[in-house]
């Protein structure tokens, strides 16, 4: 607790996830809360990890959690929940309320935490520096502590009048965990040729979306370069049966390796990998990657009609925006060419000294995020804001009761 010693009585803060990645990283603030803030107790929209790690529950959004058109879905069962959250809100207010990621509902519920005098804290920070500025009104408005996990967007947060603060990429703490598995090591290890890592998202659309595509690639390398490996990276069990479906189809053998990335990354010559927080996690392991995410005919068409006018960033994915220069290939928004997709990864396979240029400057880019500890950071800034609502003025009998019933 940074020299402030344990909390004096117990704390309620309210936490929200909408997504299973979100969950992973809420789940390992609450553990490591335990350690520094033992005082306090979690509870809220939570997924299984966080109940694991000892939150309770109002509900889980993180089963049907989805990106682009998939989010009305998502949304719309987190408003059904909000009236329920609102409600336990009004009969016991928690001395905190954080929110990770999902800015679509939880901006909702920022602004409604600020009606009711409940202070907010927002980790991971909505990517208003790639589109959709105008929301940081907002964040300034109803948010009273901001944490960034890139390097770069605490000062971007701050010419705009948010308190934000760099606390690192949670993604790190749970990778550095990771070893590899000496079994599916070997099993890996067996055949000819080298080995392309497939990873197709965790979504289940996203899936449905992405493998095709990447096995289609990986069926057009073969024609030119001869015995590839594959192997396929599978989130958790729930995934397999989808994923052993779309192998099934395919007209070569890939392995399917479930909730083992360290083991599939740490063998792998090269990955073709859906676009999103999974290109850290091949940079953690330093392997030249081609990064891939096709929204759709509709999406890709509005993208090209009003995306390119809203976004205001000249690279798609995680490494080359962190790098501020293509630092490894991407098709994206679209993929509609896959041959091209295909020539350029054989030439990567065979090309050493770009394949050793990509490897130094994902180097450059994961070194610094390596270093630090998101968690326990973002324990200080919680234990900062409890400090601050227990010296501040307590509301007079009239503005508890306003408060209980919404008045505001």
Known sequence: MNGRGALDMPTRIFISVAEDSADVHAAALIRKAAERLPGC????????????????????????????AGTASVIGRALRAQATVEQSWREQPPDLVVLLDSPELHLRFAKRARKMGLPVLYYIAPQTWASRAGRNERIARDVDRLACILPFEQEYFRER????????????????????????????????GP???????????????????????????????????????????????????????????AELVVADNASLLSECDLALVASGTATLEVAFYRKPMVVLYDAGTVMSGLYRLIGRRILTTPHLSLVNIL?????????????????????????????????????????EVVMPLESTSASARVCEIIADLLGERRDAPQPT????????????
Not at 161 to 187: Q, W
Not at 240 to 252: K, S
Not at 400 to 407: D, K, L, N, R
């Open 195 to 253: 080995l392309i890592a497939v990873l197709p998202g965790s979504r289940r659309h996203v899936v449905d979306q992405m493998l095709p595509i990447q096995l289609d690639v990986l069926r057009r390398m073969r024609q030119s370069t001869g015995p590839l490996r594959a192997a396929v990276s599978c989130v958790s069990e729930d995934r397999a049966a989808q994923i052993r479906e779309r192998l099934g189809a395919a007209d070569f053998d």
């Open 41 to 68: 107790r979690f509870y809220g929209l939570t997924g299984p990890r966080m109940r694991a790690a000892g939150a309770e529950t109002i509900a889980d959004l993180t089963a049907h959690a989805a990106m682009l």
């Open 323 to 363: 790098a501020g220069r293509r630092v490894v290939p991407e098709f994206m928004p679209r993929v509609p060419d896959r041959s091209a997709v295909a020539r350029l990864a054989a030439k990567l396979l065979e090309d050493e000294s770009w394949r050793r240029l990509m490897v130094s400057q994902i180097d």
């Open 161 to 192: 009048g948010i308190l934000a603060d760099y606390v690192g990429h949670p993604l790190f703490e749970s990778l550095k965990l990771a070893s590899p598995n000496a079994a599916t090591v070997e099993r890996l290890r067996a055949g000819e």
């Open 397 to 408: 009998d009239t503005e508890a009761q306003a408060s209980v019933t919404g008045i505001s």
